[in-house]
T-cell receptor
Framework: GQSLEQPSEVTAVEGAIVQINCTYQTSGFYGLSWYQQHDGGAPTFLSYNGLDGLEETGRFSSFLSRSDSYGYLLLQELQMKDSASYFCALDRAGNNRKLIWGLGTSLAVNP | EPEVTQTPSHQVTQMGQEVILRCVPISNHLYFYWYRQILGQKVEFLVSFYNNEISEKSEIFDDQFSVERPDGSNFTLKIRSTKLEDSAMYFC??????????????FGEGSRLTVL
């Protein structure tokens, strides 16, 4: 089977940097995705790692290490609007993107 | 910007009733999904749909559930004989298809189902 673990809550202050870790167990996958969700609204895509290493998209970066079964999402220059839940999800590439989700990390950004 | 739309935004129903949740995926997308999120919990995969048939379904998606694409734009989830534990937010998502790429799923705002 497949499972993912992430911290349930993280707190940080505006302007800081925060890292949300994700460890996983799987028999096979193609990539690790990250989604953001505000107050139970529509999840929105943030980043995807199909290969090991760092992917950078503006203030957000994501990292994957397949040998360590580990990834993380790095958020820089935190803003209040970044307060949300962040989910890592195992992605099976190809034509059918199923996504197996972690439980989510609730990020609170304080002034 | 193209978006996935879902109706209704909130539906309250009595246990044992049938509900139909509707979704209009992004027009040129080929793959459609339903996910469920019980309040405060993770997002759970229910079913994926391609070429007018189910391509994969989870253990949650039992005989109580069915999906349909009745025309070229709508994608529906039907829940027969609803149970209390079906109370959740149901998200529709679509994907442009094709191997490779980021596989980004585009989600609708969700339909909140409350079963009394």
């Amino acid at each position: 089977g497949q499972s993912l673990e992430q911290p349930s809550e993280v707190t940080a202050v505006e302007g800081a940097i925060v890292q949300i870790n994700c460890t996983y167990q799987t028999s096979g996958f193609y990539g690790l995705s990250w989604y953001q969700q505000h107050d139970g609204g529509a999840p929105t895509f943030l980043s995807y790692n199909g290969l090991d290493g760092l992917e950078e998209t503006g203030r957000f970066s994501s990292f994957l290490s397949r040998s360590d079964s580990y990834g993380y999402l790095l958020l820089q220059e935190l803003q209040m609007k970044d307060s949300a839940s962040y989910f890592c999800a195992l992605d099976r590439a190809g034509n059918n993107r199923k996504l197996i989700w972690g439980l989510g990390t609730s990020l609170a950004v304080n002034p | 910007e193209p978006e996935v739309t879902q109706t209704p935004s909130h539906q309250v129903t009595q246990m044992g009733q049938e509900v139909i949740l509707r979704c209009v995926p992004i027009s040129n997308h080929l793959y459609f999904y339903w996910y469920r999120q019980i309040l405060g919990q993770k997002v759970e995969f229910l079913v994926s749909f391609y070429n007018n048939e189910i391509s994969e379904k989870s253990e949650i998606f039992d005989d109580q559930f069915s999906v349909e694409r009745p025309d070229g734009s709508n994608f529906t989830l039907k829940i027969r004989s609803t149970k209390l534990e079906d109370s959740a937010m149901y998200f529709c998502a679509s994907n442009g298809g094709g191997a490779g790429g980021t596989g980004e799923l585009f989600f609708g705002e969700g339909s909140r189902l409350t079963v009394l």
